[in-house]
C-alpha cells in the first residue's frame, strides 16, 4: 500500500517535494551512529549492531516508518503520536504537537487516518491542581523541544515543550514508560482511554483500581486499511505503582471533547461505554497524580484477547525488571537479527553500512507477532500469528525473500499465518489491518508469498511444521474459489477464468468487489497463477500445472499491441468483456501525468486500469516470463531504448512496488552492465541516511528489503530460487542461515568505493565480469540459484572489471522466463 486512500496521487508527490522540513532527532543520534561504524572498523570485539542503525529514516517524507521501541516483530512498538499527518504516530516535523505517548503502532503504512494509538498517556505538569490539568487531545498537546528526540532499537525518548522526558522500552506485549519531570513539579497523567489514531472507538470499560496501583482498559476500535463495518478488540493494563516505590495521590476520571465539554471527577473509578450512534468522538480517560518523585515508571501490557492477559503480560514479561535490564534484552533480540548478514565495516562507506542495517531493522520490524493474542475467527488458534500484513501486494516482492535467505523459521511462522487464514476465511490474508481485512490490492498476493517458501524450503518443510498439501489447498482456493466479496480477500476469478483477463464493464451477478484496477489486477492474477503453477510442478499435480502454466501466460491478454507513446508501441490497457481495448493514455497516473485531481488508487473514479501505477509503468511486469515482454515491445534494442526511455523520461517511481524489479529489466535484453548503472542511480537518487531518506511509504519494510538487495547486488525472483546478480555496494558480506546451519561469503573482487555513487566514474571497477561459485564459473554472469549458494553455503566471488562495454552480456544462459523455456524443473 503506497498512497492513502484519501489524498490523490499526485498531490502527494507534489506535498513530498515542497515538505523539506529541517532534521528533527537529536544531531547525536547521527553521530553516535558515525563513531560507531568507525569504531567497528578495527573492532576485534563482538560488533553490536544496534549502533549502526538509525530508526529515523522513513520518518518524514511519507516514509510511515514507526521509530518507536520495539523488540524484533513485536506486538507493542511505544512511540509517540503527532497531529498532522502521522500514521505511524510520530513524525520528525517540528511544526506538529505530541498527543501522548502509546504502545500500539504500525510501522510502514499509508493510511493517511493513521493505525492504533491507543491507550496514550501524556504527563502533564498542572500547578493549579487536579480541576487545571488539561485532558483533551487539542488542550493537552504540546511542542517537543525541539532536536533532543532520540531512539535506538529497543528505545524511545522525546522531550515535551515543557522539558519532562518521555522514555520507553518494549517486550513483546508490554514495556516500561519512564517519565522525568523538571524539579519541583508534581507528576500529573492524563491516560486517554477512547482516542486512537482514526478516532474510531466503538465502546469499552475503564477501571481504576487506587488500592493495587492499576488501571484496566479495554474496548472496540476500528480498521485504519478495511471495511469500517468491522472493530476489533484491544485491552491495556497500566501498573502505576513501580514496584511499591511510587505513591499514587489524587485520581479520577475525565471527559471532554473540542467544544469545551472539559469534565473531571476526582475518585472516580469507572467508565461504561457504549458507540455513539450519532457519530460523536467524546474524549474519555484517566487522570491521576503521585505524590512525589521526578522520576516516574509506568509498567503497561497490552492485549487483544482481555484485560487479564494484558496485566499478566506485563507481569511475565516485564515482572519487576529495571528499564535498563528490559532495553538491554531487547538490544539483544535486535542483534540475533542484524547479525544474519555481517559485512566488512572497514571496508564499506559509512553511509551503505548505517543504511543497510537500518534496513535489516526495519526487516524484522514487522509483522507484529500477535501470537497467543487472537480474537474473531483466530481466537485460540494454535497456530501463529501476525497483525498488521500491509500488504502482500507490497512484501512478496523482496521482504519475504529476504527473510527466504536467512530466516526460515521466521518465514516459516509467517506462512503458516498465511495459511491459518485460509482454514479459517476460506482465503489468504491480503492486507490484515488492526486484526482486520484490509483492502485487497492486486489479488491474492500472499500465493506468491508461500509459493516462496515451497520452492525454496520444500525440503524442510515438514520440519518446519508446514504441510506442504495444506500449503497447495490455500493455494488453490485463492486461485480458484471466486469469494462472495473480494476486496479483503481472494479474486475475482470466475470473471477472470472465462475471459481470461479481469474484463473492464463486465456484469458479475455472483460476487461483490470494486470493479477498477483491470489491467493490473490481470497482471497481477496472472503472476499469482504463475506461484501455484509452480508449487502445481513441484506436487506432480499434472492436471494443475497444465492450467496454471497457463494463465501464467494471462498477462499478455491484456496487451494491446496498438497503443503508442512518446513513439513507444504495445502497452497493457483495460480490456471490454468482447475484446475491445477500453484506452487509457499510458502517462495517466505517472509522475508526468498534470492532471493532480486523477485518482489512481482504490478509489471508485480509478479510471486508468491500473492499481497506484501507470500503464507506463506496469507494461514492465511479468518478473516469470520478461523475455516475451521483450519480444512484445520489439525486441532487445527496442526493449533497451524503452527502458531508457522510461527513467530517463520520469516515468520511473522509485516509491511503488510494481517498479521494484524494472532497473535490472535489462539483464533480460542481455545488457547486464546498464542495470548496474541504473541501480547506483536509482539508490542514490531515492534512498539516504535521513529522515526523509525514503522515496515515499516503507510499506511495511517492502521500500527496505529493495534496497538490501540492491546494496548487496542481489535481486530475487519470486516463487522461484533465481537471483539476478548485480554489482554489490559492499565489499565483503557474509550471510548466516541458523536453520540450515550455512553461511554464504560474497566478496567483490576489486571492489572500488569509488564506484558506490550515481554514477560510476571511467575507469573505475563496478562491472561484472566472472561470477565464481566455491571456485567454478557460475553458468552466468546474470543470475545464480538458491540452491547452489544460500541452500548449502558457498563462497561467491563477483569479479568487477571498468570497462562495462566488454562485460554488457550474461556470458551464459540469461535469466529464465517462460517463454524461452525456463522454469521447466525444480531443485
Ligand atoms: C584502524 O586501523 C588502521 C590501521 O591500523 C588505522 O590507520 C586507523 O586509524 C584505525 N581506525 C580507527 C577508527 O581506529
Ligand atoms: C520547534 O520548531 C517549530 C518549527 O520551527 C516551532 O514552531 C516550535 O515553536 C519549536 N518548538 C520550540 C519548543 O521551540
Ligand atoms: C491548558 O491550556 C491552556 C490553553 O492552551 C493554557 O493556557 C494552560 O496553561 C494549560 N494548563 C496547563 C495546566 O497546562
Ligand atoms: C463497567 O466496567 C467494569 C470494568 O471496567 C465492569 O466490571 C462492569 O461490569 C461494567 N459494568 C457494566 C454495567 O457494563
Ligand atoms: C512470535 O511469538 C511466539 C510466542 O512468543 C514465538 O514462539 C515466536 O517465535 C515469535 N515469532 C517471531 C517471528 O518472532
Ligand atoms: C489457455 O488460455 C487461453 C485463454 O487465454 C484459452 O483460450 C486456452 O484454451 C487455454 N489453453 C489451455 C491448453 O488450457
Ligand atoms: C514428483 O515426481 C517426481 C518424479 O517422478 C518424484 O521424484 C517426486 O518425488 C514427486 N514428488 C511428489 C511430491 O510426489
Ligand atoms: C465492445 O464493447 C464496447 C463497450 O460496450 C463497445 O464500445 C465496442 O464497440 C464493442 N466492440 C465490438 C467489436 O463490438
Ligand atoms: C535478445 O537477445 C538474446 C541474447 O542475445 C537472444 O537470445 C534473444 O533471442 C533476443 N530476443 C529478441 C526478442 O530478439
Ligand atoms: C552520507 O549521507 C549524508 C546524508 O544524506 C550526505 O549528506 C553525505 O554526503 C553522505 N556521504 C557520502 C560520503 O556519501
Ligand atoms: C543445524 O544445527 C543444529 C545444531 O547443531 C542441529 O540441531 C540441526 O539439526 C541442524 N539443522 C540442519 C538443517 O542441518
Ligand atoms: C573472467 O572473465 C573474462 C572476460 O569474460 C574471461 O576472459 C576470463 O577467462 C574469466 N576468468 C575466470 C577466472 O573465469
Redesign the pocket.
Known amino acids: 500500500m503506497t498512497f492513502s486512500l484519501n489524498v490523490s496521487w499526485s498531490s502527494l508527490v507534489f506535498l513530498g517535494i515542497l515538505c523539506a522540513v529541517q532534521a528533527q532527532p537529536s544531531p547525536k543520534v547521527q553521530q553516535r551512529i558515525t563513531k560507531a561504524i568507525k569504531a567497528a572498523a578495527n573492532a576485534t570485539e563482538p560488533v553490536d549492531y544496534t549502533q549502526f542503525v538509525n530508526v529515523f529514516i522513513g520518518t518524514d517524507n511519507f516514509g510511515d516508518v514507526c521509530p518507536g521501541a520495539s523488540i524484533p516483530f513485536g506486538m507493542v512498538k511505544f512511540s509517540t503520536d503527532l497531529t498532522g499527518y502521522a500514521p505511524a504516530g510520530y513524525v520528525t516535523d517540528p511544526t506538529q504537537k505530541i498527543r501522548g505517548l502509546s504502545p500500539l503502532h504500525d510501522s510502514g503504512t499509508g493510511s493517511s487516518l493513521g493505525t492504533y494509538g491507543n491507550f496514550e498517556i501524556m504527563p ?5 491542581g487536579f480541576n ?3 485532558i483533551t487531545l487539542v ?1 493537552r498537546e504540546r511542542f517537543r523541544t525541539n532536536n533532543t528526540d532520540d531512539a535506538s532499537p529497543g528505545y524511545f525518548a522525546q522531550t515535551l515543550d515543557n522539558g519532562i522526558l518521555m522514555e520507553a522500552t518494549p517486550t513483546r506485549r508490554a514495556g516500561l514508560e519512564r517519565f522525568t519531570f523538571p524539579k519541583g513539579s508534581k507528576p500529573y497523567f492524563v491516560l486517554d482511554f477512547t482516542s486512537d489514531l482514526p478516532a474510531s472507538f466503538a465502546g469499552g470499560n475503564m477501571a481504576i483500581d487506587p488500592e493495587k496501583g492499576r488501571i484496566t482498559m479495554g474496548g472496540l476500535w476500528g480498521s485504519s486499511f478495511g471495511p469500517s463495518s468491522y472493530n476489533y478488540q484491544a485491552f491495556a493494563c497500566y501498573d502505576l505503582t513501580n514496584g511499591g516505590t511510587q505513591t499514587l495521590d489524587e485520581y479520577g476520571i475525565w471527559q471532554g471533547n473540542q467544544w469545551g465539554l472539559d469534565a473531571k471527577e476526582l475518585g472516580q473509578t469507572h467508565l461504561n461505554l457504549t458507540r455513539s450512534l450519532i457519530g460523536d468522538t467524546y474524549q474519555y480517560g484517566a487522570l491521576f497524580s503521585f505524590k512525589q518523585g521526578r522520576e516516574i515508571t509506568l509498567r503497561v501490557g497490552v492485549s487483544f484477547v482481555s484485560i487479564d492477559q494484558a496485566c499478566s503480560n506485563a507481569e511475565e514479561e516485564v515482572g519487576d525488571s529495571t528499564f535498563e535490564n528490559i532495553q538491554a534484552k531487547a538490544v539483544a533480540l535486535w542483534n540475533e537479527k542484524l547479525s544474519k548478514i555481517e559485512i566488512d565495516v572497514g571496508g564499506t562507506p559509512p553511509n551503505i553500512t548505517e543504511l543497510l542495517y537500518s534496513s535489516l531493522y526495519r526487516a524484522s520490524l514487522t509483522p507484529n507477532n500477535a501470537t497467543g493474542e487472537t480474537q474473531g475467527v483466530f481466537a485460540g488458534t494454535t497456530h501463529p500469528y501476525f497483525d498488521s500484513l500491509y500488504c502482500s501486494w507490497d512484501t512478496y516482492r523482496t521482504y519475504y525473500p529476504l527473510m527466504a535467505l536467512h530466516s526460515p523459521v521466521e518465514f516459516s511462522q509467517i506462512v503458516d499465518n498465511y495459511i491459518d487464514g485460509w482454514r479459517k476465511n476460506g482465503w489468504m490474508p491480503e492486507c490484515r489491518a488492526n486484526n482486520l481485512p484490509g483492502w485487497t490490492q492486486g489479488g491474492s498476493s500472499a500465493d506468491n508469498i508461500v509459493g516462496h517458501f515451497a520452492i525454496n524450503y520444500h525440503n524442510e518443510a515438514a520440519e518446519l511444521g508446514i504441510d506442504l498439501d495444506e500449503l497447495y489447498s490455500a493455494m488453490l482456493a485463492d486461485g480458484d474459489t471466486n469469494p462472495f466479496e473480494w476486496d479483503v480477500q481472494g479474486r475475482e476469478v470466475n470473471i477472470y477464468k472465462q475471459h481470461g483477463f479481469v474484463p473492464f464493464s463486465v456484469l458479475d451477478a455472483s460476487s461483490t468487489g470494486r470493479q477498477t484496477r483491470e489491467g493490473s489486477r490481470t497482471l497481477e492474477y496472472s503472476f499469482e497463477d504463475f506461484a501455484i503453477r509452480q508449487v502445481a510442478l513441484l506436487l506432480n499435480k499434472t492436471n494443475d500445472f497444465v492450467e496454471y502454466n497457463n494463465r501464467s501466460t494471462w498477462y499478455r491478454n491484456v496487451w494491446d499491441p496498438t497503443v503508442e507513446s512518446d513513439g513507444f508501441k504495445g502497452f497493457a490497457q483495460k480490456r471490454f468483456p468482447n475484446g475491445t481495448f477500453s484506452f487509457t493514455s499510458p502517462v495517466d497516473c505517472s509522475p508526468n501525468d498534470n492532471d493532480d485531481s486523477r485518482e489512481c488508487s482504490l478509489q471508485p473514479d480509478n479510471e486508468v486500469g491500473f492499481y497506484e501505477s501507470s500503464s507506463w509503468e506496469y507494461s514492465w511486469f511479468a518478473p516469470h516470463d520478461t523475455a516475451h515482454l521483450v519480444q512484445l515491445m520489439g525486441g532487445n534494442a527496442t526493449f533497451v531504448k524503452r527502458l531508457d526511455h522510461f527513467f530517463n523520461a520520469g516515468y520511473y517511481l522509485a516509491g511503488n512496488e510494481p517498479s521494484f524489479q524494472t532497473p535490472i529489466g535489462y539483464h533480460y535484453a542481455n545488457k547486464p552492465s546498464h542495470s548496474v548503472d541504473r541501480v547506483r542511480q536509482v539508490v542514490f537518487e531515492n534512498f539516504d541516511i535521513t529522515p526523509a531518506g525514503l522515496p515515499g511509504n516503507d510499506d511495511q519494510a517492502a521500500m527496505a528489503t529493495l534496497l538490501v538487495f540492491h546494496l548487496l547486488g542481489l535481486y530475487p525472483v519470486p516463487s522461484t530460487s533465481q537471483f539476478l546478480v548485480l554489482s554489490p555496494f559492499i565489499p565483503k558480506y557474509t550471510i548466516h542461515n541458523s536453520f540450515l546451519n550455512t553461511s554464504t561469503t560474497i566478496t567483490a573482487k576489486n571492489y572500488d568505493h569509488k564506484s558506490i555513487g550515481k554514477n560510476i566514474p571511467e575507469g573505475v571497477a563496478a562491472y561484472v565480469s566472472n561470477v565464481t561459485i566455491n571456485g567454478q564459473p557460475a553458468a552466468s554472469r546474470c543470475h545464480f540459484d538458491f540452491y547452489d549458494t544460500f541452500r548449502v553455503g558457498a563462497d561467491i566471488v563477483i569479479e568487477l572489471v571498468a570497462d562495462s562495454g566488454n562485460v554488457d552480456e550474461c556470458a551464459g544462459s540469461l535469466p529464465e522466463s517462460l517463454s524461452t523455456g525456463g522454469w521447466a524443473t525444480l531443485r
Do not use: E, K, Q, R
Open positions: 502533564s505538569i498542572c500547578p493549579g487545571t490539568c488539561n488542550a
